[in-house]
């Protein structure tokens, strides 16, 4: 809008000098014009990002500032919050921090797809169901996410600041660009992505009915838009770092199958655990044979299940056997012992694993 020339942040003041002290001395905040001269009672601030209007009895609360600082300790001495003469609280916050990680709070879950599912209107127009519906806590969030039209997709680039992250393909395909990894790319049923933190992408188009499942660790994390880079980018820096990951992109076409840990089964390694360095693992699972109904194995700490297509019996030492159709979902906890039984022929399922 070109009408629009400046913005201000307006905050009152009983008391102007104090107030314009604090703010220039102790936060670095630029005086660019005060007036009258004769008494002040306005002065105008820019600085990180902000332009301020301190003014003399304004009404109105004084309002909260966040600054993103490299060390907060050394702005405020220790102190989270410091706050002016004139009550604006100033809330310090590490710039660029890494995600904060809720203390796991294990539990069983079952989330089931039928008629009565719950979804939601999402970013950019897609459609979520919530696919453990506690988050363990806070610790994680899995997404079924359905595009309906297909067509271009109304997003825009952006990243997100997470620990753990990955996109697995269920139902036509998704045109998507990511960061230093080439020209857009389609990916389609049974395909996979890591997408490493702070990773720029961008979704551009689909099929219509399009449907991925998006796993994410911690649950409650930010997604920033990127306004300056343009996608794809010039290089191609397949082995970049990411926080400590890779971006990785399975296909199933290409995939190896190999005995899974339970007989009668066949099992991908989607190549996650490799990618994030052993913070997370996941597979795609099918059936082979028959598999016996005793056999068990034990969680390490958590697993998440998607019911891909098919239908089986999961079992569980000293709990009821429990249907399992496509789209449902499980979540076991640490020391769980479980198999599955009465699989269908057709039976695939997703299974990511923290930590690998």
Known sequence: MENVQAAEVVLPCAELKATLAFFTERLAFRLEAIFPADDPAVAVLSGHGLRLR????AGGAPGVLRLACTDPAALAGGAEVL????GTRIELARAEAPP???PLRPAFALTRMGPESAWSEGRAGMRYRDLVPDRLGGYLVASHIRIEEGGPVSDYVHFHEVRFQMIYCCRGWVRVVYEDQGQPFELAA???VLQPPRIRHRVLASSPGCEVVELSSPAAHETRVE????????????ERDFGGQRFLRHERVSAKWKP??????????????EATRGLASALVVHVTG????????RVAEVLFALVLKGSA?????????EALAEGDAIVLPAGTRHGFSACSRDLELLEVALPA
């Open 290 to 297: 028959t598999p016996e109904a005793e056999q068990e194995a």
């Open 260 to 273: 899974w840990r339970l007989a009668g089964f066949e099992a991908r390694d989607l190549g996650i655990a």
């Open 100 to 102: 904060a990680l809720p």
């Open 313 to 321: 019996r999961l079992t569980r030492r000293g709990a009821c056997d």
């Open 83 to 86: 706050v002016a003469p004139n």
């Open 190 to 192: 049974g395909d996979c």
């Open 227 to 238: 306004h300056e880079l343009v996608l794809p980018t010039p290089d191609v820096r397949r």
């Open 54 to 57: 301190l003014a003399r009895g």
